[in-house]
C-alpha cells in the first residue's frame, strides 16, 4: 500500500521559515518525481515545487528564491524548505506523488503576526 505522510507545519510569523517533511512507503522512491503543493481556504489546490527521482526542480513562481524542495532518496522523504513566509503562503501542504494519485493527509502552516 503507497502512504505518505507529511510534517513540519505549523504556526510562524511573517518572515519566517518552516521546514515541511514527507516520508513515502510502499514505492521505490526513487523512481517518482515528488511534488508539494498547497490549498489555501477558498482556493484550489496548486503545485507549489516538484522535484524528480534525479534531483531536478521546479517552483511556482511566487516561491522562487525563498522555497527549496530537496529529497533524500535512502529515506524516502522529501523536504520543502520554506523561508521569507508570507501571509499568502498560508495553507494545507500536501505531497503527492507524480503522477500518481497518491497524497498525503496534509499539514497545516499558518502564518500570522
Known amino acids: 500500500q503507497v502512504q505518505l505522510v507529511e510534517s513540519g507545519g505549523g504556526l510562524v510569523q511573517p518572515g519566517g521559515s518552516l521546514r515541511l517533511s514527507c516520508v513515502a512507503s510502499?514505492?521505490?522512491?526513487?523512481?517518482?518525481?515528488m511534488g508539494w503543493y498547497r490549498q489555501a481556504p477558498e482556493k484550489q489546490r496548486e503545485l507549489v515545487a516538484q522535484?524528480?527521482?534525479?534531483?531536478?526542480?521546479m517552483y511556482e513562481d511566487s516561491v522562487k528564491g525563498r522555497f527549496t524542495i530537496s529529497r533524500d532518496n535512502a529515506k524516502n522523504t522529501v523536504y520543502l524548505e520554506m523561508t521569507s513566509l508570507k501571509f499568502e503562503d498560508a495553507a494545507v501542504y500536501y505531497c503527492?506523488?507524480?503522477?500518481?494519485?497518491?497524497w498525503g493527509q496534509g499539514t497545516l502552516v499558518t502564518v500570522s503576526s
Open positions: 522535484i524528480s527521482g534525479r534531483g531536478r526542480t
Open positions: 510502499g514505492i521505490i522512491f526513487s523512481s517518482y518525481t
Open positions: 503527492r506523488i507524480l503522477p500518481l494519485e497518491v
